[in-house]
């Protein structure tokens, strides 16, 4: 089963400071998604990333892909209270089957 | 638009009662799933479904039970109830592989006690 580890597990950061969460495995992944989860809601996709060494802009949010589609990043410019969430990043698993990571937790406080 | 509507929002079961939680999409999605999310461990796949009539087994289907008899329906079934299987229950749909984009409900907060 391929694993997804997300780094850091929570961050609290004040309005306005920059950020960077990030997703890493030891398995290659043909593509990698950013799911954003708000309190007492589900998941939400903001980018799906497909080819090594993509970047994807999303607004103030930057994603990455590594070269080697092992690992990615999500970086988060002039952060805002309506940027707080669980973001969860996710990849095809065996047979098929999205797997999760665990997320990080970014609390932005104005 | 509605998208996947999941009821009940919330739920609190005493040990051994069975219930059911029911998920709907209106979007003619093909692919349905059924996740649990717990506090700092992701989300895990308990069921799914590929098509009206197909269902199949995910990495935690102990103590639950599927059926799909419609392309909109999905519900999951929860039978004697144990505090383990506290839990936010997610339904999610997409149109194609689920390795596509997931449109997920809003969840169903079930606490077993």
């Known amino acids: 089963t391929q694993l997804l580890e997300q780094s850091p597990q929570f961050l609290s950061i004040q309005e306005g400071e920059n950020l960077t969460v990030y997703c890493n495995s030891s398995s290659v992944f043909s593509s990698l998604q950013w799911y954003r989860q708000e309190p007492g809601e589900g998941p939400v996709l903001l980018v799906t990333?497909?080819?090594?060494?993509e970047v994807k802009k999303l607004k103030r949010l930057t994603f990455q892909f590594g070269d080697a589609r092992k690992d990615s990043s999500l970086h988060i410019t002039a952060a805002q209270p309506g940027d707080t969430g669980l973001y969860l990043c996710a990849g095809p698993g065996g047979s098929e089957k999205l797997v999760f990571g665990k997320g990080t937790k970014l609390t932005v406080n104005p | 638009n509605a998208g996947v509507t999941q009821t009940p929002k919330f739920r609190i079961l005493k040990i051994g009662q069975s219930m059911t939680l029911q998920c709907a999409q209106d979007?003619?999605?093909?692919?349905m799933y059924w996740y649990r999310q717990d506090p700092g461990m992701g989300l895990k796949l308990i069921y799914y479904?590929?098509?009206?009539?197909?269902?199949d087994k995910g990495e935690v289907p102990n103590g639950y039970n599927v059926s799909r008899s419609t392309t909109e329906d999905f519900p999951l079934r929860l039978e004697l109830a144990a505090p383990s299987q506290t839990s936010v229950y997610f339904c999610?749909?997409?149109?194609?592989?689920?390795?596509?984009?997931?449109?997920f409900g809003s969840g169903t907060q079930l606490s077993v006690l």
């Open positions: 979007m003619n999605h093909n692919y």
């Open positions: 990333v497909v080819t090594g060494g």
């Open positions: 999610a749909s997409s149109f194609l592989r689920d390795t596509e984009k997931l449109f």
């Open positions: 479904s590929v098509g009206a009539g197909i269902t």
